[in-house]
T-cell receptor
């Protein structure tokens, strides 16, 4: 099977940077995704990176991709209490153009 | 656009009862996905449809689960008979085919199912 692995919990203080890590197994992935789930809600696409890129920056978010190690990370600068949520890494399911494999999600807790 | 609509938002039922979850995807989206989320197993893909046709149902746990998409604007996920281990949050998501080179899925708010 195709597994996407993430650590389950991360706690940071407000104002610090958060780094959420993910490893994936399908080396043919074209796009890799980060979704965010706020309490009581569905998932929302947060950002994505194309596989020919090493880094993508979008305001406070930085995505780093290491294709050799199949490692993806999401860095949130100046983390705020509103960033507390579950963050999911996802890659396309092998053999399917439109279905995604999601990791179990990393619960980020931001404390004042 | 109202987004993906799911009903009911909460369902409490007794073991052995039939449960039907409903989803209305975003208009014009070609793909519809059903997921189940639990603490133990995370987010699992149960089944997905393309243009109302089931493409991959390998994630459906067992024969007690069935899903239909009779038209482009409606899908159901049925569990019969329900068991306590089916308790979870069930999400529906839809995706347009040609929106962008990448694939964004739009999730509904979920149905929290509790089977006693």
């Amino acid at each position: 099977g195709e597994d996407v692995e993430q650590s389950l919990f991360l706690s940071v203080r407000e104002g610090d940077s958060s780094v959420i890590n993910c490893t994936y197994t399908d080396s043919s992935s074209t796009y890799l995704y980060w979704y965010k789930q706020e309490p009581g809600a569905g998932l929302q696409l947060l950002t994505y990176i194309f596989s020919n890129m090493d880094m993508k920056q979008d305001q406070r978010l930085t995505v780093l991709l290491n294709k050799k190690d199949k490692h993806l990370s999401l860095r949130i600068a100046d983390t705020q209490t509103g960033d507390s949520a579950i963050y999911f890494c996802a890659d396309p399911r092998l053999g399917s153009g439109y279905a995604l494999n999601f990791g179990k999600g990393t619960s980020l807790l931001v404390t004042p | 656009d109202a987004g993906v609509i799911q009903s009911p938002r909460h369902e409490v039922t007794e073991m052995g009862q039939e449960v039907t979850l409903r989803c209305k995807p975003i208009s014009g989206h070609d793909y519809l996905f059903w997921y189940r989320q639990t603490m133990m197993r995370g987010l699992e893909l149960l089944i997905y449809f393309n243009n109302n046709v089931p493409i991959d149902d390998s994630g459906m746990p067992e024969d007690r689960f069935s899903a239909k998409m009779p038209n482009a604007s409606f899908s159901t996920l049925k569990i019969q008979p329900s068991e306590p281990r089916d308790s979870a949050v069930y999400f529906c998501a839809s995706s347009p085919r040609d929106r962008d080179p990448y694939n964004e899925q739009f999730f509904g708010p979920g149905t929290r199912l509790t089977v006693l």
